[in-house]
């Protein structure tokens, strides 16, 4: 069991900066109840609210949620659609309540692939929400951490061929700067759902010294209490970076 203090961190620790979820198993979560996987995706977006909720309450600064891969396109389109129109009708009926909330908003990914409702919808929301100063909410929505890498060496290579940085100055810091992430914490906890131990095209370049949870709670099962037991288990790491620490 979880104890918490009365600001709500766990074990009287601060929680972690940076939280980012891969959340699976809203499929498997609908066939064991022998529904369509729609409702598994909506069941999903409870836990999402319950989640960004939570976040905010333990004074988490950064949370990026995995909503939708650059390979998820390859689903059937009734699926493919299906996701584009709860992403819609989330950005529609959601914005209001994040703004309540003092949540910012960011969405990384290749946005181009939607419709234009849902890009001029995603840019409102996100300038709408650019004052808030609580927790940073950030989706990534068809998005893989490959393309990431791959449009920040291409922004890198424009800025070159104009004369605005020098080949010999390309360093990690300076990668970092062209990355979706750029102005958040490096992620310090990576959760995934639903029993799978792999990336899947997630974060790369930010998941460097990121510590991982899996645990086989399925997405539209995962709550506040999940939340917490991975916080907990985040703060029973030794994190030395590489160091050796106490020797
Ligand atoms: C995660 O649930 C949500 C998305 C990938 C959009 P899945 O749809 O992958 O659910 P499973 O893995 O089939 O159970
Ligand atoms: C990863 O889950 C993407 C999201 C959770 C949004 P998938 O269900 O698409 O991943 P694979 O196909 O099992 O690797
Ligand atoms: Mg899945």
């Known amino acids: 069991m979880s104890s918490k203090n009365d600001s709500g961190n766990i074990s009287g620790m601060p929680p972690p900066q940076h939280i980012a979820i891969i959340m699976d198993g809203n499929g498997r979560w609908a066939k064991s109840k022998h529904l369509p996987r729609s ?19 333990l004074g988490v600064s950064s949370l990026t949620l995995f909503a939708f891969s650059s390979e998820n396109m390859k689903r ?9 129109k709860l992403f819609l009708s989330v950005l529609k009926t959601e914005t209001k309540k994040l703004k309540e909330n ?3 908003l960011k969405i990384i990914g290749d946005l181009s692939a939607f419709t234009p409702e849902i890009i001029s919808l995603a840019n409102e929301a996100e300038a709408s929400l650019q004052k808030n100063t609580g927790l940073t909410l950030v989706i990534a929505a068809n998005y893989g951490g490959q393309w ?5 060496a291409k922004k890198i290579a424009i800025d070159v061929s104009k004369g605005l940085i020098a080949p010999d100055n390309i360093n990690t810091d300076l990668f970092g700067r062209y990355t979706s992430l750029s102005e958040l914490p490096s992620v310090d906890l990576l959760i995934r759902t639903s029993g799978e131990v792999r ?6 370049w930010d998941i ?17 209490k999940s939340l917490d037991e991975a916080i907990k288990n985040f703060h029973s790491r030794e994190r030395r970076f590489g160091e050796r620490n106490g020797e």
């Open 148 to 152: 990431d890498i791959t449009e920040s």
């Open 208 to 224: 460097a010294y990121s510590e991982f949870y899996f645990c086989k709670t399925l997405w539209p099962d995962f709550n506040e």
């Open 76 to 84: 059937s389109s009734e699926e493919v659609g299906l996701l584009f």
């Open 199 to 204: 990336l899947s095209n997630f974060l790369l």
């Open 39 to 57: 409702r598994g995706h909506q069941k999903g977006v409870q836990t999402v609210r319950k989640v960004v909720k939570h976040c905010a309450k």
């Open 102 to 104: 003092n949540i910012r």
